[in-house]
């Protein structure tokens, strides 16, 4: 079968760093994806990992272990408009994006 | 990135009408587009896929004749909620992905649909 999991809420710090994960099972894999939803909009693209390890974008990086079924998306120098909503969610092999149900991330001053 | 244009992205219809939700690729050929329902913080529900020239597929539990989907070009798709009633209200979010295999998709910036 297929599924994902991702916590519910994290709390974090204006200025410091937060790692949320994301674990997934799949019999096919098509690349991890991690949008970033503020409330009452449509998600926005944030990553994309189809091969194992780090990639770097400004603030944000996301990780990826394949044999694990584990990913992480890390913000570092958290904004207050990174609060949000951060989805998960990994393609299978007909190509469908399988959804997380969402962290809600807030940042306090 | 490829542009998604969603319209409208408010809607308040009477109980009993329906809806038309349209979703256009503005700068590529959207061979399958994706409809999404969204309730007040939870994920993304799918509902159902749709390929361009050919009958949508839906996921389980989801009505196919009350969620009318028309996908009759590489460029728009519509979604039409039929007979609408206050528990149809929802956030409704399109995305659509070029040729098959294509990775990312994009998104709609979503319908905010309240029946009242």
């Known amino acids: 079968g297929q599924n994902i999991d991702q916590p519910t809420e994290m709390t974090a710090t204006e200025g410091a760093i937060v790692q949320i994960n994301c674990t997934y099972q799949?019999?096919?894999?098509?690349?991890l994806f991690w949008y970033q939803q503020h409330a009452g909009e449509a998600p926005t693209f944030l990553s994309y990992?189809?091969l194992d390890g780090l990639e770097e974008k400004g603030r944000f990086s996301s990780f990826l272990s394949r044999s694990k079924g584990y990913s992480y998306l890390l913000l570092k120098e958290l904004q207050m408009k990174d609060s949000a909503s951060y989805l998960c969610?990994?393609?299978?092999?007909?190509?469908?994006?399988?959804w997380g149900a969402g962290t809600k991330l807030i940042i306090k001053p | 990135g490829a542009v998604v244009s969603q319209h409208p992205s408010r809607v308040i219809c009477k109980s009993g009408t329906s809806v038309k939700i349209e979703c256009r690729s503005l700068d590529f050929q959207a061979t399958t587009m994706f409809w999404y329902r969204q309730f007040p913080k939870k994920s993304l529900m799918l509902m159902a896929t749709?390929?361009?020239?050919?009958?949508?597929?839906?996921e389980q539990g989801v009505e196919k004749d009350k969620f009318l989907i028309n996908h009759a070009s590489l460029t728009l798709s519509t979604l039409t909620v039929t007979s609408a009633h206050p528990e149809d209200s929802s956030f409704y979010i399109c995305s659509a992905r070029g040729m098959t295999g294509d990775t990312e998709a994009f998104f709609g910036q979503g319908t905010r649909l309240t029946v009242v």
């Open positions: 990992n189809v």
């Open positions: 969610a990994f393609m299978d092999s007909n190509y469908q994006l399988i």
């Open positions: 749709s390929n361009e020239g050919s009958k949508a597929t839906y």
């Open positions: 799949t019999s096919g894999f098509n690349g």
